[in-house]
Structure formats: C-alpha cells, structure tokens
C-alpha cells in the first residue's frame, strides 16, 4: 500500500517571502502521479500542481513549484511571493498510473501566511 | 464553482436517523469518490465507483452505503450512524481515459457531519 507523509503539521511565512512544504511518499510502483491539494476554510479541495513521476522536470504553476526527487520519494512545494490567500491546508498525494482511482493523502500542513 | 455540487453542507443528525448525503458532478466525468476527512488524519478513501460500479470499497462499515444511479450522480446514505463518524465527507470525481490514465480528482465542498 502507498502510504504519504506530510511531516509538517503547521507552518507560517511572512507574506511576500518563500516557503517550502515537505512530502514524502512510499511506493514499489514507478508510474505515478504526485499531487498538491490546497484546501482553504472554505473546505473546497482545489488543485494546486501535478507531477508525473516519470517526467524529470519539476513542475511548476505561476508562484508555485515543486521539487520531485524520485529516488528519494520526496515531492515538496515551494510557494514564492506568499500571498494572505495563500493561508489554507495543504495536502500532498499520490496515485498510481495503474489501476488508478485510488488517491492517497497525508495529512496536510496547515500554512499561515502573515501580513 | 468546480462542478462538483454537494448537498447538503451542513448535516446534524441523531444516531438512529437516515439521511442521504448527495454529490452531482457537471464535468462530464465517469468515475465518482467519497471521501471521510476527519481532523488531524488523512483523507481517508471510503468509495469509488467507475463507470456507476463500484470498485473500491475501502473497508467501510455497512452503516455507510453508496449509490451510483448514473455517471453524474453519487449517493451516500448513512443509517444508524455513531458520533465518531462525524466528519467532513468529501465527494470528489476524476476523468478514467484508459488504464494508465486518470485526471486529478475535482471536489465538492464537502458535507460537515455530526452525529449526536
């Protein structure tokens, strides 16, 4: 089974400064898909950014960017120019490529962005 | 808006009542989740239905039950229910293309249940 592991419970940036979200996953499979979810207070589950694992490329979106370590099984979020709206739950998972449908979260890092 | 609608948002219920909880996805999506999002835990997948059938069932207790009348539509029904199951129930569907290929799941805002 494929467990996620979000080691970061809570954390805070001044706005306008970078932070950077941890994850780490276990998997014996080598085709997936890596996610970042951002759940505000207003519970909607949005994405955020999606990894291939296998592309080498990190993905990136706008002020967000992830580094994908596959060998490593680690798959962080690094958000730049923190934003006040930015202040919201985050939850990394994974699915597999095949006989997919079965998307794995850890148990979120909750972000606080300070004015 | 993510065209995926729950209803409703908020649910207070005894635990020898039966309620419903519904999800209606406007993406044009064919396969549907529920998802049990309790404080401090990961989401927990309860269901998946692909294609209106069932193919995961994660364990949960009969006291939860889906229904999948079409592609569009996702069903929980709760009976007899404990007040540990009070929780944030999340619906959720994705686009299969194939057997190596799925979109990233697409969310309603959620049911916020308690049980008293």
């Known amino acids: 089974a494929q467990t996620v592991t979000q080691s970061q419970p809570e954390m805070s940036v001044q706005e306008a400064e970078t932070v950077t979200l941890s994850c780490t996953y276990d998997?014996?499979?080598?085709?997936?898909?890596l996610f970042w979810y951002k759940q505000p207070p207003s519970r909607q589950m949005i994405l955020v950014i999606r990894?291939?694992?296998?592309?080498?490329q990190n993905a990136t979106e706008n002020r967000f960017s992830v580094n994908f370590q596959k060998a490593a099984k680690s798959f962080s979020l690094k958000i730049s120019d923190s934003q006040l709206g930015d202040t919201a739950m985050y939850f990394c998972a994974f699915m597999k490529s095949s006989n997919n449908n079965d998307m794995r979260f850890g148990a979120g890092t909750r972000l606080t962005v300070k004015p | 808006e993510t065209g995926v609608t729950q209803t409703p948002r908020h649910l207070v219920m005894g635990m020898t009542n039966k309620k419903s909880l519904k999800c209606e996805q406007h993406?044009?999506?064919?396969?549907m989740y529920w998802y049990k999002q309790s404080a401090k835990k990961p989401l927990e997948l309860m269901f998946v239905?692909?294609?209106?059938?069932?193919?995961e069932n994660n364990s949960v207790p009969s006291r939860f039950s889906p229904e999948c009348p079409n592609s569009s539509h996702l069903f929980l029904h709760l009976h007899t229910l404990q007040p540990e199951d009070s929780a944030l129930y999340l619906c959720a569907s994705s686009q299969v293309v194939g057997e190596e290929w799925n979109t990233e799941a697409f969310f309603g805002q959620g049911t916020r249940l308690t049980v008293v």
């Open positions: 993406l044009g999506h064919n396969a």
């Open positions: 998997t014996s499979e080598n085709n997936y898909y």
């Open positions: 239905y692909n294609f209106k059938e069932q193919t």
């Open positions: 990894q291939e694992a296998y592309k080498q």
